[in-house]
């Protein structure tokens, strides 16, 4: 019987192998990368709501995103996961969400440019960044996704564009030593409603370390 029900899953397993292996030459063909020098380049040249994904192969010191299309994309889950020679991402205008572990130990990456539009940053997205020293939320984003920044430990400068506070998970902030963090939040925004919002993700920060942009 056994046997029997093996040999009965053969072309389900068969035909689910090619339908993986026909999905990532999809996403291939979506993107185009380059590599030269210091730079990795990753071209988005058609999305059909597949995730940019990074192969180990082409880490790198910066990494530039670059949109042709013009069309919404994202950063697939455990992207960059571990790419410790990255010190610098820019990413081009469409971006809409950050997955899962994306960044996850990209222990030297410094600065990230997050363009607007924005919406979500999964769970662990750059957690352990240890050299991220700033970052810059646009006011669109709707969710940060749990701890997601945790052990950002040089990380000075949080920036919100928004006036309310997005959906803020538990530790998103936690390990980051709170009396050198500085967070800026909008002229009309309310500070106490922020310092609720960043204190319960983990971020014991002080009422005077949250001022208002100018």
């Known amino acids: ?10 072309p389900l397993k068969f035909g689910l192998l090619f339908i993986a292996m026909l999905l990532l030459c999809v996403e291939a063909k979506a993107q185009k990368v380059t590599k030269s020098n210091n730079t990795t380049t990753i071209e988005i040249i058609r999305h059909g709501g597949h ?3 990074l192969h180990k192969d082409n880490c790198n010191t910066n990494i530039v995103i670059k949109n042709t299309t013009n069309n919404p994309y994202s950063i697939g889950d455990a992207s960059f996961k571990e790419c410790s020679t990255l ?7 469409g ?3 950050i997955g899962n572990y994306s960044f996850e130990e990209c222990i030297n990456l410094s600065s990230v440019d997050i363009p607007a539009g924005l919406t979500t940053i999964g769970i662990f997205a750059f957690r352990y960044c240890e050299g991220l020293k700033s970052i810059t939320f ?7 996704g749990m701890s997601a920044f945790n052990g950002c430990l040089s990380l000075k400068s949080i920036i919100f564009k928004g006036t309310i506070p997005p959906e803020i998970d538990d530790y998103v902030f936690y390990n980051i030593p709170p009396q050198s963090c500085i967070v800026t939040i909008p002229q009309e925004a309310d500070k106490e409603v922020w310092l609720k919002a960043l204190r319960g993700a983990g971020l014991n920060i002080k009422e005077d370390n949250i001022i208002l942009a100018e």
């Open 1 to 10: 019987m056994k046997i029997l029900l093996s040999k009965s899953l053969m």
């Open 51 to 53: 995730p940019i994904h």
């Open 87 to 93: 010190t610098t991402i820019k990413f081009a205008v």
């Open 95 to 97: 971006l809409t969400g």
């Open 138 to 144: 646009p006011a669109e984003l709707v969710s940060i």
